[in-house]
């Protein structure tokens, strides 16, 4: 509701849609910011909005659950490596190798 109203010709609609809409997105950038590589928070907090408002919007249109359901579910292994590549870095006992080889395997797989 707030992205559509986002879109609203009412200035005090949108101006109150952009305040409601800021602190979930900051609390979801602050989640990612905290388990990615801090080169990737803005790209992943983007890639990760993007898919909810597409998948509320397609909710909205009346596509049906499963439909909705595979549609995270093609979008989740990218972000769920996203997030475990930017935990490895933050654990101090890898080697820096094991990582490099993790984010190619990543760059691999999202390609």
């Not at 005090?12 to 602050?30: N, T, V």
């Not at 919007?57 to 439909?67: E, I, S």
């Amino acid at each position: 509701m707030v992205t559509e109203t986002l879109q609203a010709d009412d200035e005090q609609a949108c101006a109150l849609a952009a305040e409601q809409a800021k602190e979930p997105r900051d609390q979801i950038r602050s989640y990612i910011a905290a388990h990615a590589p801090k080169s990737e928070v803005d790209r992943i907090t983007d890639y990760l909005l993007l898919n909810l408002r597409g998948l509320s919007a397609y909710a909205r249109l009346g596509d049906t659950q499963k439909k909705l359901n595979d549609c995270a579910r093609t979008a989740g292994p990218p972000l769920k490596e996203s997030l475990l590549v930017g935990h490895l870095e933050r654990d101090r006992t890898l080697d820096p190798l094991i990582i490099s080889v993790l984010r190619e395997l990543q760059g691999l797989t999202t390609r």
